[in-house]
C-alpha cells in the first residue's frame, strides 16, 4: 500500500509520464544571449520550454532552463 502511495507521489520507473523529449531548434541570438527552444512533447500537446545561455570569456557558459505551463497543440504554435 504504502509502495503505491510512494510511487503516485514521486513517480515510478516505468509509469504514468507520457512526456517524452524532444530535439532543440536552431539557437536564435538576442543581445549577448542564446535562446534555445526546445518544446517537450506531453500527451500529443508541446510545452513551451527551452534554454537561455549566455557564453563567457572563458568558453563556458551560464543557463538557464526554463518551463513555461503553456500548452500548445503543435511545436511550431
Do not use: C
Amino acid at each position: 500500500m504504502f509502495k503505491k502511495l510512494l510511487s503516485g507521489l514521486f513517480g515510478s520507473q516505468g509509469g504514468g509520464n507520457t512526456s517524452t523529449g524532444t530535439k532543440a531548434a536552431e539557437p536564435v541570438e538576442y543581445k549577448e544571449y542564446l535562446i534555445i527552444s526546445q518544446p517537450d512533447n506531453q500527451s500529443g500537446q508541446y510545452r513551451v520550454s527551452g534554454w537561455i545561455r549566455k557564453p563567457d570569456s572563458q568558453g563556458g557558459a551560464q543557463e538557464h532552463r526554463f518551463e513555461r505551463s503553456d500548452m500548445l497543440p503543435g511545436r511550431e504554435a
